[in-house]
């Protein structure tokens, strides 16, 4: 799993594609192509990439601590956006692309724990997680580069980043086998888990009963836990956020999370979804390896 860092070499025709140093200059035949081949591998399932002085930075496979375990995914970083997606066939199909703007994204650390090393959380108003590189190097390299082009585009736009409430990272599934807000309550194929997305905790169908508009995330009113529920209402801050109605599911069983709680990309579902986590257990990394273009 490693970074492929593409720089491009040929005359800085396009003055607000930001760089990464003095002597870096933008092929725009050559990134036309790469950006390209990204919206070739997404198919019709991807949004339209190619845009007026966007540049396609770099490239790799990352791995992203997904609800029910760690997976691979394809990430596409350019000057002004994060892309990523489920890994069907390597370097040739992807799906459910992703794409968050990197005006607001922040960067934070994760300490090594056990297997999972090499890591930090990328924060996002609308979408929080935490990836792992393969490498020490990797990981320096990523973070360097996504906070190189998040500082350029906002110094090139000549704003700051926006005081939203950032979305939570979601604990993972695997991290408790009972509900985090009332402690009691054990979870079974009846007893499902679900998520707070106010706060990110595991928690029981009884103590997420409520609903909270948060448009950072959703337009639709997401589920939130108890407490977060009560600090939303007492909040006269809050941005846009409104109570909604009591919600109570009934388990059909099958998932340890209701389908409505998913994370967005956490299933292998849809279009070569059969062979697709086969896959991306069998990717082959060796050709993968950091390249640069003068």
Known sequence: MVLIMMLFGGPRKDMDVPFFGPRLQVNTESN??????VEQCFGSSGQPLAIAGRVLVGEGVLTKLCRKKPKPR???????????????????????QHILPLENIKLENV??????????????????????????????????HIRTCVNDLLAKRGISQHNLEDSPVWVPDSDTKTCMHCKRSEF????????????????????????????QQSSRPLR??????????SSKGSQG???TTTYSVIATGGEDSSGEDSSDD??????????????????????AHFQTYD
């Open 111 to 144: 300490d090594d724990e056990g297997n999972l090393r090499n890591g930090w959380k990328i924060i996002n108003p609308s979408k929080s997680f935490v990836v792992y590189a393969a490498t020490a190097t990797e990981k320096k390299e990523w973070m360097a």
């Open 266 to 287: 956490d299933d292998d579902r849809g279009e070569g979804a059969k062979n697709a986590e086969a896959n991306n257990d069998l990717v082959n990394f060796d050709d």
């Open 188 to 215: 079974s194929l009846i007893n499902r888990r679900h998520h707070c997305r106010h706060c990110g905790i595991v928690a029981c169908n009884a103590c997420t009963s409520k609903r909270w508009l948060m448009p």
């Open 74 to 96: 394809q990430f596409f970083l350019f000057n002004d956006i994060l892309v990523y997606g489920n890994i069907i066939i390597h370097k040739k199909k992807y799906n459910k």
């Open 224 to 233: 939130v836990c108890l407490t977060c529920y009560h600090k939303l209402s």
């Open 32 to 37: 036309a192509r790469r950006i390209n081949c």
């Open 241 to 243: 956020g409104r109570p």
